[in-house]
């Protein structure tokens, strides 16, 4: 059985399917690993450290015939005649919006799992790619708003003067919400969050935050506003008006990590604006390490989708796709 890691750096992405500390495993376990070169390099992951933990390196030709495919993104379509029936590909479909692609994808008789569709049960959290690159986004976007900001965060008392903590408002409380509350907190500012689910609020104030009902009505006087309210697969919910954005002081710093949470016709100018969905690939090795883990921990629960498999598996069923021609359930 041989798996394939996929180089999506040629899509712009940053991030690998697969470290070489998951190749370790992969080894381990007895499969045979190709990588395609370079697969790691924007991640911090040179092609001789997959070759030193067991892996071979080749061209995307020789890693997409493997059995097992790995990657971060869906596939493009030039990779669709590269495919046989029986092989899987295990990715993030999330970002794959293509309908008449999709159905060219089932046509190959490929199988295909969407990591994206991982239940939210206690018994996936392992497995849960959203979830951990939700953290590293929501790390990164608090720490970006921290560095573009033209004051210190924290309360400073000095011979020279008093300077004031920072307010911080953050609207959306799921992984990355949290986060970049958490990472404000601990650098000092004073966060004020909300969400519309009813446990964010035990949830927000676990990590330092205040929960707030009504966090427009809080934008006097801050300094950050980071919007995190997004949900794979679904519409971006417009949150903040341009009206909102009026409360703001002057140099604050706004950051919209779904790029749909905030109004963004006729943006204040005395204001830093920052939208970006993929805080990520920013910090890529991290988020490499996360991911490549989450699909180790689901490739092993199910056996590597071999005759073990239980695909009667409430996860498993969520996850996949397609497989044999079939489209959940659905004949090609």
Not at 128 to 133: A, M, T
Not at 160 to 177: H, N, Q, R, S
Not at 316 to 330: E, N, Q, T, Y
């Amino acid at each position: 059985m041989k798996i394939g890691v996929v180089n999506n750096c040629l899509k712009g992405e940053t991030r690998v399917a697969a470290t070489p500390q998951a190749v370790q495993k992969y080894v381990h376990d007895g499969f045979e690993v190709v990588v395609e070169k370079c697969a790691g390099k924007q991640s911090g992951f040179e092609d001789e450290a997959y070759v030193k933990e067991g892996a071979t390196l080749s061209d995307r030709h020789g890693v997409l015939g493997a059995d097992i495919l790995l990657s971060v993104l869906p596939p493009k379509k030039s990779d669709l005649s590269s495919f046989k029936a029986g092989q899987w590909l295990v990715c993030d479909m999330s970002s794959f919006e293509d309908k008449a692609q999709m159905q060219d994808l089932v046509m190959t008789d490929i199988g295909v799992i969407d990591l994206s569709k991982m239940p939210r049960i206690s018994r996936a959290q392992t497995m849960d790619v959203l979830s951990s690159q939700a953290l590293i986004a929501g790390y990164k976007a608090a720490t970006k708003a921290l560095d573009m900001l033209q004051t210190t965060a924290p309360l400073l008392m000095t011979s020279a003067g008093t300077l004031a903590p920072v307010k911080a408002v953050v609207i959306g409380a799921g992984a990355a919400g949290l986060q970049a509350i958490s990472v404000l907190k601990r650098m000092g500012a004073n966060v004020v969050a909300t969400d519309i689910r009813q446990d964010s609020k035990t949830e927000i104030e676990s990590v330092g935050g205040k929960f707030v009902s009504d966090a427009l009505a809080e934008l006097e006087g801050a300094s950050v506003l980071i919007t995190a309210a997004f949900s794979a697969g679904k519409k971006t919910p417009l949150l903040v008006k341009k009206e909102d954005l009026q409360k703001l002081p002057s140099s604050a710093v706004v950051i919209d990590m779904a790029d749909g949470n905030i109004e963004q016709e006729s943006m204040r100018s005395d204001i830093l604006f920052l939208k970006n969905r993929h805080f990520e690939r920013e910090l890529s090795k991290s988020a490499s390490i996360l991911f490549a883990n989450n699909v180790y921990a689901f490739l092993k629960t199910f056996d590597f989708l071999g005759k073990e498999a239980n695909f009667e598996d409430e996860i498993l069923r969520a996850v996949l796709i397609c497989s044999d021609g079939f489209l959940r359930g659905k004949i090609k």
